[in-house]
Nanobody, 126 residues
Framework: QVQLVESGGGLVQAGGSLRLSCAASGRTFSSYGMGWFRQAPGKEREFVAGISWSGRNTHYADSAKGRFTISRDNAKNTVYLQMNSLRPEDTAVYYC???????????????????WGQGTQVTVSS
């Protein structure tokens, strides 16, 4: 059974940084693209960043470009989201997710992912 466990969320002032981690288990991590989504209260879940199974390709939402960096360590079965220059509008629950097929790139729709973590809260104060 696949498990995704996020960590690294918390409270930070605007302009600060956080690094989210997601530890995966249950199937061959290095074969699957990974993604980060977020959901703020009263809003739909939205794509933040994605990375291909090999790590060679990444994609970001416009809101994350230039501030966030997604990476993966296949030896550690872990995907990361480095978030810099955080803004109050980045406040949300952040979810790690794994693609539904092997050897594919990332996707921006949640319907292409079949396993999700429990989420980690990120709160940015002004």
């Amino acid at each position: 059974q696949v498990q995704l466990v996020e960590s690294g969320g918390g409270l930070v002032q605007a302009g600060g940084s956080l690094r989210l981690s997601c530890a995966a288990s249950g199937r061959t991590f290095s074969s699957y693209g990974m993604g980060w989504f977020r959901q703020a209260p009263g809003k739909e879940r939205e794509f933040v960043a994605g990375i291909s199974w090999s790590g060679r390709n990444t994609h970001y939402a416009d809101s994350a470009k230039g501030r966030f960096t997604i990476s993966r360590d296949n030896a550690k079965n872990t995907v990361y989201l480095q978030m810099n220059s955080l803004r109050p509008e980045d406040t949300a629950v952040y979810y790690c997710t794994q693609r539904d097929a092997v050897f594919t790139t990332m996707a921006t729709t949640p319907y292409r992912y079949d396993y999700w973590g429990q989420g980690t809260q990120v709160t940015v104060s002004s």
